[in-house]
């Protein structure tokens, strides 16, 4: 089958085909972490839609829209090798009348952690995404654990809006010593490459413990020896559902998450553990 590139949403109903639809949503500049996206959708849908759009919404003032990757033939390429059957690529025009007005409201969840540092991010996710829901329709969407706290909220909105679409997780994807893959690695210089390896090393040491107070402390301790090239924004262990800070008497399943900047270069990961009760 030849890959469809939908620019406009009217061409992207022409390319809807018969059966189950599954949606991977990126921002391009796709990876690894994105073909394993695009895999479990193939195993889940008889067609698999990626959308590639670098959503305005979701960036603040200062952050990185103007200068994000975008690389959208090699994209192609990938989408093409990966049998995907749609990329829904279409233009912040096209998406966003110029007399919009309504959105969605992330609550309180949308605030905290990742959202106290980036206010109005994730309103701008949920926005987009929902838009994508409705235009393409998926039976399925699947997004990263990598963005745990995008994952909680998709989950949450759709359960809260009652969205007729079953959200799948998948884990992140790593570089072989420990970096978790993104598109705004190719921001960083080889030094700083190396300085934000602390960040997968420090998850790894923090699950290594079993109360929240030591896993804490000895993940910040291995931040903390990066030194000052590393500028840590958050390390917080929280409920992966909620994002409320795990109690010292937490039992089951917790997100450790960090986000720091490294030069320029803001980055975020996570660990799922397992806590048991003491
Ligand atoms: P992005 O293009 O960065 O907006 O990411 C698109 C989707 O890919 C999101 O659901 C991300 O969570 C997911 N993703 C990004 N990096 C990774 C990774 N290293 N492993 C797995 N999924 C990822």
Redesign the pocket.
Known sequence: MELIVARHREDLVKARGEGAVAL???????????R??IRLARERADHVVVSVFVNPLQFGPNEDFSRYPRTFDADLEVCRAEGVDVVFAPSAEDMYRPDRQVSVNAGHMGTVVEGASRPGHFDGVLTVVLKLFNLVRPDVA??????AQ??ALIRRMVADLDLPVEIVG?????EPDGL????RNRYLSGDERTVALALSRALRAGAAESVPSAILATARSVLDAAGDRLGLDYLVLVDPATFAQARETHAGPAVLAVAARVGTTRLIDNVVLTLTPA
């Open positions: 991977v949503p990126t921002m391009g500049a796709l990876h690894e972490g994105h394993s996206l699947v997004f990263g654990q990598k963005d995008q994952l998948a884990p992140t994807v790593r978790a893959l993104s598109s």
